[in-house]
């Protein structure tokens, strides 16, 4: 069984995450050759201030983005 964990910002609405998760577990079913019912997906979402990319929290990178 396998068993896919997505970390990731928040930000995104639930219809993203289902497609997301929908094409992952046709990616996998078409290369591992499992069926559907055997995959596992579990997205983990962190608040924008929880995650930092280049020394900046993603909050403060928005910010940036905005001026």
């Known amino acids: 069984m396998p068993e896919i964990t997505v970390s990731m910002a928040v930000g995104r609405t639930d219809e993203q ?6 094409d ?16 596992v ?15 900046k929290t993603f909050v403060e ?3 940036a983005a905005k001026k």
Not at 17 to 22: E, L
Not at 24 to 39: E, F, H, M, P, R
Request: proline share 2%; hydrophobic share 50%; charged share 20%.
């Open 17 to 22: 995450k289902a497609g997301m998760m929908r």
């Open 24 to 39: 992952i577990t046709q990616a996998l079913v078409k290369n591992l050759g499992v069926d559907a019912d055997a995959v």
């Open 41 to 55: 997906i579990q997205i983990n979402e962190a608040p924008l201030a929880h995650k930092m990319k280049g020394g």
């Open 61 to 63: 990178r928005a910010a």
